[in-house]
């Protein structure tokens, strides 16, 4: 298996849907999930043709192709990448830091407290932040929350509403970890996500949400162990490979199987609530999916698990709505 880095860059605000928080227009998340990003490409798939769908699904399905989560990324203006992983769930002990004067302390406090609230890391952080002693990591910002007013018409009293985005800062955007058995399915894989970035992605696309395009002043990224062109895609392509880490990062939601909840239970997880509406060319609105939970990005397990490709139906639609949980994993080395 290959792996490639995908940068992306946003022309405009995203919204993502927050089933965490709720759901609705009010709530938004600037992060977008890997099964979310999945039914995005088989519907730009079918645009193309009912072959492209089914050759796009038993590429996921055989193994022969992957994808991670969309996590953020920031370039330097000194031309360096940063990119972030989530924080993994592990339970962590840290080492009692030494008395220090008032100030140091509230100065340390105040770093602890704004690295607590951020839900990523740099992936060549990743080692000190398990390790014992306290990390303070400066925290980045990606992008800003916008609320924007809207009006709805369609019935016969106006009635206002608003919707939340975000607009990611200059320099900031996501990226995502593109994995194929042979260069041509990432080439197929590279120009379906580039005609993606013209259609949009995650809700009120109509509204012009969600258009991006990959990023023409970055090369592809191919990440193989012993090599890198920043710091943290080196450190990406080693977790990548580390299969026999004691402990496996999932970067994508994981839908898992029956025969797996032994070795769920032996690990650190958070399951998270995916719901929301099918976009589809063969309905005129958005139709209601089932809902479904998952292990989180940021879970850890002592194996890689491979979950489920969720084949649903939907009253309404004639064709089938398909989920990714097959999932990504990141070994974990902390020695």
């Given at each position: 298996?290959?792996?490639?880095?995908?940068?992306?860059?946003?022309?405009?605000?995203?919204?993502?849907?927050?089933?965490?928080?709720?759901?609705?227009?009010?709530?938004?998340?600037?992060?977008?999930?890997?099964?979310?990003?999945?039914?995005?490409?088989?519907?730009?798939?079918?645009?193309?043709?009912?072959?492209?769908?089914?050759?796009?699904?038993?590429?996921?399905?055989?193994?022969?192709?992957?994808?991670?989560?969309?996590?953020?990324?920031?370039?330097?203006?000194?031309?360096?990448?940063?990119?972030?992983?989530?924080?993994?769930?592990?339970?962590?002990?840290?080492?009692?830091?030494?008395?220090?004067?008032?100030?140091?302390?509230?100065?340390?406090?105040?770093?602890?407290?704004?690295?607590?609230?951020?839900?990523?890391?740099?992936?060549?952080?990743?080692?000190?932040?398990?390790?014992?002693?306290?990390?303070?990591?400066?925290?980045?910002?990606?992008?800003?929350?916008?609320?924007?007013?809207?009006?709805?018409?369609?019935?016969?009293?106006?009635?206002?509403?608003?919707?939340?985005?975000?607009?990611?800062?200059?320099?900031?955007?996501?990226?995502?970890?593109?994995?194929?058995?042979?260069?041509?399915?990432?080439?197929?894989?590279?120009?379906?996500?580039?005609?993606?970035?013209?259609?949009?992605?995650?809700?009120?696309?109509?509204?012009?949400?969600?258009?991006?395009?990959?990023?023409?002043?970055?090369?592809?990224?191919?990440?193989a162990p012993g090599f890198g062109c920043y710091?943290?895609?080196?450190?990406?392509?080693?977790?990548?490979?580390?299969?026999?880490?004691?402990?496996?990062?999932?970067?994508?939601?994981?839908?898992?199987?029956?025969?797996?909840?032994?070795?769920?239970?032996?690990?650190?997880?958070?399951?998270?609530?995916?719901?929301?509406?099918?976009?589809?060319?063969?309905?005129?609105?958005?139709?209601?999916?089932?809902?479904?939970?998952?292990?989180?990005?940021?879970?850890?397990?002592?194996?890689?698990?491979?979950?489920?490709?969720?084949?649903?139906?939907?009253?309404?639609?004639e064709h089938a709505v398909y989920r990714n949980?097959?999932?990504?994993?990141?070994?974990?080395?902390?020695?």
């Amino acid at each position: 298996m290959k792996y490639y880095l995908v940068p992306l860059k946003f022309l405009t605000p995203v919204h993502f849907g927050d089933a965490a928080n709720g759901g609705g227009l009010e709530k938004s998340s600037f992060a977008c999930a890997a099964d979310t990003f999945f039914s995005a490409l088989c519907n730009e798939a079918a645009a193309q043709s009912r072959a492209a769908v089914e050759e796009l699904i038993d590429g996921f399905n055989s193994g022969r192709l992957q994808i991670s989560s969309l996590l953020p990324y920031y370039k330097t203006q000194d031309e360096d990448m940063y990119f972030y992983l989530p924080k993994p769930l592990l339970p962590l002990e840290r080492n009692i830091a030494e008395a220090k004067s008032f100030a140091e302390m509230k100065q340390a406090a105040t770093k602890l407290k704004k690295a607590k609230k951020s839900s990523y890391v740099r992936a060549s952080q990743i080692k000190k932040f398990l390790a014992p002693e306290p990390f303070l990591e400066n925290t980045q910002e990606f992008a800003v929350p916008v609320l924007s007013a809207k009006v709805n018409t369609r019935n016969a009293e106006p009635l206002p509403y608003y919707v939340a985005s975000y607009r990611f800062v200059d320099n900031a955007g996501l990226y995502l970890i593109c994995g194929t058995e042979s260069d041509a399915d990432y080439e197929k894989l590279k120009a379906l996500i580039a005609s993606l970035g013209l259609s949009g992605i995650g809700g009120k696309r109509s509204g012009g949400y969600g258009k991006f395009v990959i990023r023409d002043d970055e090369d592809d990224i191919e990440l193989a162990p012993g090599f890198g062109c920043y710091e943290d895609d080196a450190a990406l392509a080693e977790m990548l490979f580390a299969e026999k880490s004691r402990w496996q990062m999932c970067i994508a939601p994981v839908f898992p199987k029956q025969e797996q909840i032994a070795d769920i239970k032996a690990g650190a997880y958070k399951l998270i609530k995916k719901s929301g509406f099918v976009y589809s060319l063969a309905v005129t609105n958005g139709v209601k999916r089932t809902s479904a939970y998952m292990l989180a990005e940021g879970s850890c397990f002592q194996s890689r698990l491979r979950g489920s490709l969720l084949r649903q139906a939907v009253p309404g639609l004639e064709h089938a709505v398909y989920r990714n949980g097959l999932g990504m994993f990141v070994g974990l080395k902390n020695d």
